[in-house]
Every structure is written in structure tokens, then in C-alpha cells.
């Protein structure tokens, strides 16, 4: 006589005698590992005032190298057209200028006076 065999989990033949027999439990003590104390939040540390890169798009002119916020807008004053400049950040974890999106350099844009 052949064993009956039944379609496990998956796809996978299994006999019918390992199916309808489970293994009784162990009777081992389950290892409960205790709560975590919570670390303490770490403290911020202040961020640097950001430093802006001011360059002219037609001739490569630097404008302003590494001024603040205030003075990077000063320098959008003297510019005809936001299209004529490229405005560069630098970010000090990477250690390099970023260059601004068209929408960062538009709020900048709009801060300057007319």
C-alpha cells in the first residue's frame, strides 16, 4: 500500500502521518528578556548659520562667497534676473556647495528688495 500524502504549506508533498501528529511542546520556561531602560534624548547641537555661494551664470563672477542669509539677499539686489544667478549652500556634513533648487532660490528671490 502506498502512504497518503497531503499538500503542506507552500508546495510541498507531505506525508499524512507527520500532519496529524504535532509535536507536543516543550516545556522549557520561556526566556522573557527584561525592559529597556530609555536612553536619554541626545542634545541637539546648534547648526551653524548657513553660508551662501553667489555666482553669475554668464561670466562664472563670483558675487559672494560665503556670506549669511542677509548679505546673500543684499547681493540678489544688484542681480536682473534670478535665471542669471546660480546660489550655492554649503553643507558641512558633506563638506561641499549644494546648489540650490529653482524653489529655494525663488524664496530667496522673493526676499530681497525691490
Known amino acids: 500500500m502506498g502512504r497518503v500524502c ?3 504549506t507552500g508546495a510541498e508533498m507531505v506525508p499524512l502521518d507527520t500532519v496529524l501528529k504535532k509535536p507536543a511542546p516543550s516545556r522549557e ?3 522573557v528578556p527584561p525592559r529597556r ?3 536619554e534624548p541626545k ?3 546648534p547648526r551653524p548659520p ?3 555661494r553667489i555666482v553669475d551664470v554668464a561670466t562664472r563672477a563670483v558675487l559672494a562667497d560665503g556670506v549669511g542669509a542677509r548679505e ?3 547681493a540678489l539686489n544688484d542681480v536682473r534676473s534670478i ?3 546660480h546660489v550655492f549652500v554649503w ?3 558633506a563638506e561641499r556647495w549644494r546648489l540650490l533648487t529653482l524653489a529655494e532660490q525663488r524664496t530667496m528671490w522673493d526676499r530681497r528688495s525691490p
Open 29 to 31: 520556561p520561556l526566556f
Open 72 to 74: 546673500a539677499v543684499g
Open 91 to 93: 553643507e558641512p556634513k
Open 37 to 39: 531602560k530609555p536612553r
Open 6 to 8: 497531503v499538500l503542506d
Open 43 to 45: 542634545r541637539a547641537e
Open 50 to 52: 548657513r553660508s551662501f
Open 83 to 85: 535665471v542669471d544667478v
